[in-house]
């Protein structure tokens, strides 16, 4: 397999996750979305994923993008561990979870919206943060174990570590949310989580690595 990503992409660093949990190896091919103008618009990335954007899997002679979908497969093709719960019910709650941060937080404050935003980027990642962290603690509330969904590690916590990582980045107060900073904690002290942090890849600055 071949994974295009960039350290600090949540999207990517989901990925990483699961196929560090699910033991895979792969190579890894990094795109800066800051140098030479984004190298994730030039045509060769483009060839690889139209939309521009990391992560890209390369795998079993098929290439995926959408890191919801590229963790979809591989718990299709390669199951153990499960990242999906059998029980329908809280199968149900891991997808609510996973696409309340994928579609209802992420977006909002990723690189292309940010740009647009100009002086007032901080303030408005902060917003869009805490108004889709403000729902997601009391969802936690009801379905968290010693993780998001049970005390089983799913995909709802592939997507919960990589956006409190970016709420802290943007200097969020995370004192309203001690549900979501409880199971963050508890996720980054595995070694999955550990090897797959931004702080850990090929293409960190020396700067920020751990």
């Known amino acids: 397999p071949i994974l295009y990503s960039y350290f600090r992409s949540s999207c990517s660093w989901r990925v990483r996750i699961a196929l560090a949990l699910k033991g895979i190896s792969y190579d890894l091919v990094p795109v800066n979305l800051l140098k030479d103008g984004g190298q994730q618009f030039s045509a060769e990335f483009k060839a690889v994923n ?15 993008s959408q890191s919801l979908a590229i963790i979809h497969y591989l718990e299709d093709t390669r199951p153990n561990p499960r990242l999906l719960p059998q ?21 909002l404050q990723n690189l292309s919206v940010l740009k647009q935003m100009g002086e007032k980027k901080m303030e408005w990642a902060q917003n869009c943060i805490a108004s889709g962290f403000q729902a997601l603690e009391q969802i936690l509330q009801h379905t968290a174990g010693r993780y998001s969904v049970g005390d089983e590690v799913s995909m709802a916590d592939l997507c919960l570590v990589p956006q409190v990582s970016n709420a802290e980045r943007f200097r969020l107060d ?13 996720l980054l002290e595995l070694e999955a989580f550990k090897v797959s942090h931004p702080s850990q890849q090929p293409d960190t600055p020396a700067e920020l690595r751990a």
């Open 87 to 107: 029980d329908p019910k809280k199968r149900a709650q891991v997808r609510m979870i996973a696409d309340h941060i994928v579609s209802g937080i992420q977006p």
């Open 174 to 186: 995370m004192g309203p949310y001690p549900t979501i900073t409880r199971i963050n904690k508890a």
């Open 50 to 64: 139209p939309m521009q954007q990391v992560p890209a899997l390369k795998i079993d002679g098929i290439t995926l």
